[in-house]
């Protein structure tokens, strides 16, 4: 593996517990709604969302088989 693609696995991890922390933290449902809308408002953000979307798929996978 090429030390770019591990980066950037290693910040999907860390988005991915940010975004669970604010989804089941303190702001619920509401936050991660309201934050998920401002990440969508940005080609960036379109991007890291379709990045958080893959690794939970690939996570999921992972305990599943």
């Known amino acids: 593996m090429e ?3 591990v980066f ?3 910040i ?3 988005l991915v517990v940010v975004l ?3 989804l089941f933290g303190g702001g619920g449902m509401m936050g991660g ?3 998920m809308a401002g990440m969508t408002a940005s080609p ?3 991007i890291v969302i379709l ?3 893959a690794l939970t798929a690939l996570v ?3 305990v599943l088989f």
Do not use: F, R
């Open 60 to 62: 999921g996978y992972a």
């Open 44 to 46: 960036v953000g379109i």
């Open 51 to 53: 990045i958080l979307i």
């Open 3 to 5: 030390p770019e693609t």
């Open 8 to 10: 950037l696995i290693v």
């Open 33 to 35: 709604m309201a934050m």
């Open 20 to 22: 669970l922390l604010i």
């Open 12 to 14: 999907g991890a860390l």
